[in-house]
């Protein structure tokens, strides 16, 4: 069966005999593991009840989905909210639902049918989440794109954040480029925050994988927090955060 109908939805529905994902698990296992958890759980419900259609939609269409997502991330602002994300494919899999399934889980409910396990939810969801790991580190090896919010000054990046404008990450490269700080012989890639309700603070956000404390690099880290809080945003308080691989602040580096 290719689609369901009025006529064949009670003879299906009392033919199957596996347990069905309700819609609030089905709502969970996308939110734990994106468009292929949410995706996962509809493909075995249109398997249980054999509609051919929706199952291969279901694989399909979660694959895509998890694409989109993968690659509009990477494209998304730096300071874009991650939770939207999961909220929209909630939404996305919870009106997916409504219209194409819960009539047959309530028929199938009504005809005694069990509802699958929970811990099977959780678990098809944790290996979507692990699935999508894989397809989002996938397109950001194979896609080369860059966040809207960002300029290229030669090989150096500035990444615009908060209230930080355009124009500001291009002024910042300018005066980077004329003290000095853009040279030949290392790129950057840094980002530039004013933070919102806050104009008083200006944050330069710096990547340093290694550890910096007491070394070289630190003591260039200080130089730059001067020159910038002396010559550049004199009305600002210039904070530089010093961050690791993961993107976490392990330091925070004013001029005193």
Do not use: C
Not at 50 to 68: C, F, H, N, P
Not at 127 to 139: E, K, M, N, P, T
């Amino acid at each position: 069966m290719d689609t369901l109908t009025p006529e064949n939805l009670s003879e299906n529905t009392e033919g199957s005999s596996s347990a069905l994902f309700s819609a609030r698990q089905v709502s969970v296992a996308a939110f734990i593991g994106g468009a292929l958890g949410g995706g996962w759980l509809m493909f075995k419900n249109f398997g249980a009840i054999g509609d051919k259609a929706q199952k291969k939609t279901a694989m399909l269409g979660s694959l895509l989905l998890t694409a989109i997502f993968a690659v509009g991330a990477m494209w998304l602002p730096t300071d874009f909210s991650n939770s939207l994300i999961p909220l929209i494919t909630v939404a996305i899999f919870a009106a997916w639902y409504h219209f194409k399934f819960e009539s047959v889980f309530g028929a199938h409910r009504q005809n005694g049918g069990a509802q699958a396990s929970w811990w099977k939810t959780l678990g098809l969801g944790a290996a979507g989440f692990a699935a999508s790991l894989v397809v989002f580190f996938s397109a950001m090896l194979s896609v080369p794109i860059l966040p809207v919010n960002h300029i290229q000054h030669g090989p150096n990046i500035i990444y615009f954040e908060g209230d930080a404008t355009r124009e500001n990450a291009e002024s910042l490269a300018e005066f980077f480029q004329e003290t000095g700080v853009f040279s030949s012989d290392a790129s950057w890639a840094l980002t530039l925050l004013f933070p919102k309700n806050d104009p008083r603070r200006a944050v330069v956000k710096l990547p340093y994988p290694a550890e910096i404390v007491g070394t070289p690099a630190h003591d260039e880290v200080k130089a730059l927090a001067a020159l910038l809080d002396e010559e550049k945003y004199q009305v600002k308080d210039v904070e530089i955060h010093v961050q690791n691989a993961f993107g976490l602040t392990v330091l925070i580096v004013k001029n005193d």
